[in-house]
Each structure stands twice: as structure tokens, then as C-alpha cells.
């Protein structure tokens, strides 16, 4: 296993300054691709599944907060108010308030419902120094989230759909979970004090996990102020364990900002609020991403996708073009040019780039190139045009495998 910390920088992929502050990393250009590329493939999948996105602020009024109860359960993990012509403002530390009121803003139908609202979007936790570390842990969080309204019977459908996104993220990926988790509520007093809440929240819950086949464990003390929770948990280089993705189910935020819509009958009714996120934290992901592959990330994450080889200065024209028509399918690609150094130690140097296109003396004549995978597969020559054809394909179709056929 890799560590992250140590291989993101090395790699280029981000890194941290003491005059920005700890616990607050930036991303350098390959770094940025590599998210960048999965912000878009998130936004995607939940396009196609039915969410709309929205934006809002990084900041709220600390009234928001105290309704959500993020005030009183959660204050210690929050920064201090800021004081704003009179009013105090936070930044916030979860997206779901904001959701909520944006929800609120307009009257619903039940015919509207489910109704799914995502934005990737900024929060900020107050962590202490010592639990700062590389993308796992930071202050400064961008976060894949999203939050379904729906009626009581749409729930358990909801929660099994969003198992199912995650699932099939992680195949994209090319990541697995360590284990599932069912986090229920603890002695103390950090969580909203309605039993029965709990009780309704917690039993569907584990009957979602009990339907999706999925091996679990329950445990008590993790679950969030206000409602349970399932987490997909991940293990580091170290095998130290941390949550990716949530599903939760949240009956307390509909009833504090008095959310409703209108049922069959024409009356006022609550809606269930289901919090959920497929890959959690983007930097979060992105760490879990390096030390999982170790750089060599699936093609259509890698920062670069293709590095053009010619054999000799002959060959330079034709990559240069090879180069363009790489950029018109909209391929990640680079010429490491025979100025560079010999062929093994272009090759050597570009071994996390997923496809090696090689073009010798035959291959310029014949229009052809000659195709080396990063796993070490080399096949024979072939036309240009089919092998940027196969390799766009899948890309687009987020493979994991470098080659099929």
C-alpha cells in the first residue's frame, strides 16, 4: 500500500503551505484533473439517476444552524461566528440546513416527490491540529452531497438506490469498501433526544442493508445528531479505517424547518429527508484513489491519458499530428519526444500513462501505431483511428480495464 501524503506529492497531485495554514491543501494542475474528472463523472451519474443540482452559500446566519441543531450538537466542530452588519454568520459545516431551505422555498405536490437536490459543495470543520492529515483530513471540505425529499414509503427505495450509486462508483473507480456500517446512536448527549425518531430512522435503515444482501455491523456511538446512518468505511496504507460514503435517513431537519408538501387528500404532510453521498469528500476520495492504485489511476482519471512515442526525429511531424487528433476526442495526451531520451527510457518515465502510442518508421508509413498498456501488454500495430476509437470508448464508458478484445 502507498501513502498518500507521501505519493500525492510526488506525483504533483497537491500539496500544503504553512502561509495558507494547515489542514487546508491545494491542488496542482494533474491534481486538479484528477478531480476535476470525477466531479464530472459524479455529476453525471446523478443527472442520469434524477437529481437536479443547485448552488448555495459557504456561509450561513447562525439562526439556520441553531434550527438545524447543528448549533447545539455540533458547535464545538464549527468556526466562530463572524460578525456581519449586525447579524452572525458561519461557515458552514454541512450543506443539508441549506437544502432544506432552498426545499422550503417553493410549495411541493406529492407528485413531485422523490425529489433529489445534489451540489458539490464547500464545508468547513473546525479540526483540531493533531487529527490534520494530507486530503484525508482537512479543514476546508468539498463535499459530493445530496439530500432526497420523499414520503415514508419512498424511502426504503431511496436508501437502496443511493447503495446502488455508490456501489457502482467504487467499480468505476476501481476501489472496494472495507466493510458497511450501521452507526446507531450512543450514551451521551450529542444527539437529538426523540426515541422514537431514532427507532423509525434506525429500522428502516437496517432493512434496506438486510434487502441489499450486504454484510454489516452495527455500532453504536457513530451514527450523526440526528438521524443513523450506513458508512461505507475504507482502510488506508496503515489499515486505519475512515467513512466515504454515507446514507442516512433524517426525520428531525423536515420537522425543525417545517417542511411539507401537499398529499393526495390536499393536506399538509412531512417529508423524510435522506441524506446520502457516493463518494463523500473529494479529497478524501482522492487520497483513498492514490494509495489504492498507487498513481496508476483507471484511464479516465489519469491526468495523462496517452503519451505519443516517436522512435526518432523522422517520426516528430507525425506525432505532433497524432497529438492534435488526440486533443479533438478530447484525450488527455503529451509527446515525449526522441530529444528526451532513448525509447526504454521514455517508456520507463511514462509508466502510470495508461496507453503508449508507439510510431517507428513502419508505422508513420503505414498510418498505424503500435499500442503499449501500462500493464505491460504490447499489441501489434494498428490504425490510428481505431485505436483512439477504443480508447475513447472506454474512457467514456468509465473501464477499468485498459483493453477489451
Not at 438521524?227 to 467513512?243: F, L
Not at 478530447?330 to 520507463?348: H, N, P, Q, W
Request: hydrophobic share 40%; proline share 6%.
Amino acid at each position: 500500500m502507498y501513502d498518500h501524503r507521501k505519493l500525492g506529492r510526488e506525483l504533483g497531485l497537491f500539496d500544503t503551505d504553512p502561509l495558507i495554514g494547515a489542514g487546508l491543501p491545494y491542488w496542482l494542475p494533474d491534481g486538479a484533473i484528477v478531480r476535476h474528472s470525477l466531479e464530472e463523472y459524479i455529476r453525471a451519474v446523478e443527472r442520469r439517476a434524477g437529481y437536479s443540482h443547485v448552488y448555495s452559500p459557504v456561509l450561513g446566519k447562525r439562526e439556520m444552524y441553531e434550527i438545524s441543531g447543528h448549533w447545539e450538537h455540533y458547535g464545538q466542530d464549527m468556526y466562530p461566528p463572524i460578525e456581519v452588519g449586525g447579524e452572525q454568520v458561519l461557515l458552514r459545516p454541512s450543506l443539508c440546513p441549506h437544502h432544506a431551505v432552498i426545499y422550503r422555498s417553493r410549495s411541493h405536490s406529492y407528485r413531485e416527490l422523490p425529489l433529489r437536490m445534489a451540489e458539490l459543495g464547500a464545508m468547513y470543520r473546525s479540526e483540531l491540529s493533531g487529527a490534520l492529515g494530507g486530503l484525508t483530513r482537512v479543514r476546508c471540505i468539498q463535499l459530493n452531497d445530496a439530500h432526497i425529499f420523499c414520503t415514508l414509503d419512498q424511502v426504503a427505495e431511496e436508501a437502496s438506490a443511493a447503495l446502488e450509486l455508490i456501489g457502482s462508483a467504487y467499480r468505476a473507480m476501481g476501489i472496494s469498501a472495507a466493510r458497511y456500517r450501521l452507526s446507531l446512536p450512543g450514551p451521551g448527549g450529542k444527539y437529538v433526544a426523540a426515541p422514537a425518531m431514532w427507532r423509525r430512522a434506525s429500522k428502516l435503515l437496517t432493512e434496506v442493508l438486510d434487502s441489499s444482501g450486504l454484510t454489516y455491523e452495527a455500532v453504536e456511538g457513530e451514527a450523526a445528531f440526528y438521524g443513523p446512518k450506513i458508512d461505507i468505511q475504507v482502510a488506508d496504507h496503515a489499515g486505519r479505517e475512515s467513512t466515504l460514503s454515507t446514507v442516512q435517513i433524517d426525520f428531525h431537519q423536515p420537522e425543525r424547518f417545517d417542511l411539507h408538501y401537499i398529499g393526495p387528500d390536499g393536506a399538509k404532510h412531512r417529508p423524510v429527508m435522506v441524506h446520502r453521498s457516493i463518494v463523500g469528500s473529494i479529497e478524501r476520495a482522492v487520497a483513498h484513489l492514490i494509495e489504492q492504485h498507487g498513481g496508476a489511476f483507471p484511464a479516465w482519471l489519469a491526468p495523462n491519458q496517452v503519451v505519443i512515442l516517436p522512435v526518432s526525429a523522422a517520426q516528430e511531424p507525425a506525432a505532433a499530428e497524432l497529438l492534435e487528433r488526440c486533443r479533438s476526442v478530447d484525450l488527455r495526451a503529451e509527446v515525449a519526444g526522441a530529444d528526451t531520451g532513448s525509447l526504454s527510457a521514455r517508456i520507463r518515465a511514462a509508466r502510470l500513462v495508461p496507453y503508449q502510442l508507439v510510431i517507428g518508421p513502419a508505422e508513420h508509413a503505414n498510418g498505424d501505431v503500435a499500442v503499449r498498456l501500462r500493464d505491460g501488454r504490447r499489441l501489434p500495430p494498428r490504425p490510428v483511428e481505431s485505436v483512439l476509437s477504443h480508447v475513447s470508448a472506454l474512457i467514456n464508458a468509465h473501464e477499468t480495464r485498459l483493453w477489451i478484445g
